[in-house]
């Protein structure tokens, strides 16, 4: 079994991809790290009124993915009463 340990600040290593592999070299030893799968097709960087969704109201994230929020759980909600009122003077 190899050990390999890298320095926090290196000298003299270089990184860089190529076809979708991370090749780490320093002096005469080269790691390659090959990604798996290939990169899928680029997505849109804007989201405007034409924008397609499924979700439907308030938007929540976690931290890792987005979900729609629940009323009276993740935020309140306001109940608007009007009382229909006669005022004599």
């Known amino acids: 079994m190899s050990h390999i340990t890298i320095q926090e600040n290196p000298t003299n290593l270089i990184m860089s991809e190529v076809n979708n592999q991370l090749i780490i ?4 030893t080269s790691i390659v ?7 899928g097709p680029q997505g849109p960087n804007v989201i405007n009124g034409t924008t397609t969704t499924t979700f ?4 929540k994230g976690n931290g890792a993915t987005i979900t729609t929020a629940t009323p009276d759980v993740d935020y309140a909600t306001v109940t608007l009463t009007i009382v229909n009122a006669l005022i004599f003077g």
């Open 25 to 28: 070299q320093e002096q005469n």
């Open 33 to 39: 790290l090959q990604s798996v799968g290939t990169q």
């Open 56 to 59: 439907t109201g308030i938007l």
